[in-house]
Each structure stands twice: as C-alpha cells, then as structure tokens.
C-alpha cells in the first residue's frame, strides 16, 4: 500500500508539475499578448479620434469658407455702392448697401460658429499629436514591459530551480525510507530464518564440531610443549690465580677457553 500510495503521490506531483508549466506559459502568452491588444487599443481609439478630428476639421473648414464669402461680399457690395454714387445714383448705392448689411449680417452671425469650430479643431489637432505621442511610447513601453517579464520569468525559473533543491532533498529522503524498509525487510528474514533452524540437528552438528576443534587446539599446544629444550644448567669452575681462587659459571657442555 505504502508502494501505490509513493506512486500516486508522484503521479500527483508530475501532474501538478505539468499543470502549473501549462498556467505559467499561458500566463506568459496571455501577458505579452495583453500589452499589445492594448497598444492596438489605443492604435483604434486614435482613428476615433483622427475621425472625429477630420470631421471637426471639416466643418471648420466648410464654416470658414461660408464666413470668407460673405466677407467677401460684403466688400464688393460696399465697393459697387461707391461706384454708384460716382456715377451719381444713390438709388443703387442703397441697395448695393443693403446686400453689403445682409452680407455682415451673416458674418457676424457666422463668427462666433467659426471662431469655436476653429478652437475645437486646434484642440482635436493637439490631442491627435498627443495619442500618437503616446502610442510611440506605448510601444515602446510594451517591448520593454515584455523583455521585463521574459527576464522575471528567466529569474523565476532559475530560482524555482534553486529552490527544487528542497524537493530533491525530499526524493532523497523517500529514497533512504525505502532502503529502510528493504533493510527491516532483510533483518526481519533472517529472524524468521534463525528461529526455524533452531533446535535442529544442524545445530547439534555445529556444538560438537565446536568441541573437535576445541580437542586439536589442545593437542597442538601439548606438541608445542614436548617439542620445547629445557635450558641447560649452570656449572660453577674454580680457576685458581695469584691473587685467590676466581669462581666463574660455565653452562653444562661447554669448554673453558684459555
């Protein structure tokens, strides 16, 4: 059971393993893929607003050509009226004025229209300028937030792998608790195989050689003995001097020198 239960349990961490790499690369995906949806989001929300600005841009244009012509003429009715009154006919002086006031009329209504069509315009230019200003940094933000990331996830990986350590060092210990196991499993054999040689012949047939070795040791160490030369005795001889009698010892056997 303790065998299934190991093998489960790294099935399990195999396909944790396998599940965590397949979130960690779709996170990686996911997140590179962000960035550049949102520079190609804001790439989108410029041409809304290239578009919103070419129409804004537009009316301005069309409100100031309408405003240029009655300027326009209103100075050619005032000039015509001067040249009727040259010509000595105020009749047609007035109502050459009176086209000129209608003309000024319609400048002065159109004034206001044109001065914030041109206002709007000028602010659309300088939010365009300004998008495009932020989409270049965008991208360029968005190289460096993706480079930033591979290089977070290059030290996540290694880091991941220094700390693997831990879990190897784990491996070692399930490694070492089976060795224990084998080694339980080995002195538990050789009990069972102690106890059901117990009381045997065998057994007898190992006492008494135990007593014939005992029996030639002994009668070694008695050849060893009757093989041993008692050490000859001492002789004492007299050698007689001037000065007194020298007594020296001679072993047994042995000459005396001169």
């Known amino acids: 059971m303790a065998f299934l239960s190991d093998i489960f349990g790294r099935m399990g961490r195999v396909a944790r393993g396998q599940a965590n790499a397949g979130v960690d690369a779709l996170e990686d995906a996911t997140f590179e893929a962000t960035v ?35 300027v326009r003429q209103s100075a050619e009715w005032k000039q015509r009226a001067g040249m009727a009154l040259d010509a000595g006919n105020e009749e047609l002086a007035k109502k050459a004025l009176a086209k000129k006031a209608e003309c000024d009329t319609q400048v002065n209504s159109m004034k206001l229209s044109v001065d914030n069509a041109q206002v709007t315009s000028e602010k659309l230019k300088q939010q365009v300028g300004e998008l495009k200003r ?3 940094d965008g991208e360029r933000t968005a190289g460096t937030l993706v480079a930033r990331k591979n290089a977070a996830v290059a030290q996540r990986k290694v880091s991941e792998a220094m700390a693997g350590v831990g879990n190897a060092d784990n491996a070692f210990a399930q490694l070492n608790r089976f060795e224990q196991t084998v080694s339980k499993e080995e002195a538990t054999a050789k009990a069972f195989d102690q106890l059901a040689n117990a009381g045997t012949d065998h057994d007898l047939e190992k006492e008494f050689a135990q007593l014939g070795t005992s029996g030639v040791d002994a009668e070694l160490a008695a050849l060893k003995a009757e ?23 001679v072993k047994a056997g042995e000459k005396a020198g001169a």
């Open 227 to 249: 093989r041993q030369k008692p050490a000859a005795p001492y002789i004492p001889k007299e050698i007689a001097g001037p000065a007194g009698t020298l007594t020296i010892d």
């Open 134 to 136: 932020k989409i270049e």
């Open 36 to 70: 550049r949806q949102t520079v190609a989001d804001m790439k989108t929300e410029l041409n809304n607003v290239v578009r919103a600005s070419a129409m804004a841009m537009s009316n301005y244009n069309t409100l100031q050509a309408e405003y240029d012509k009655y």
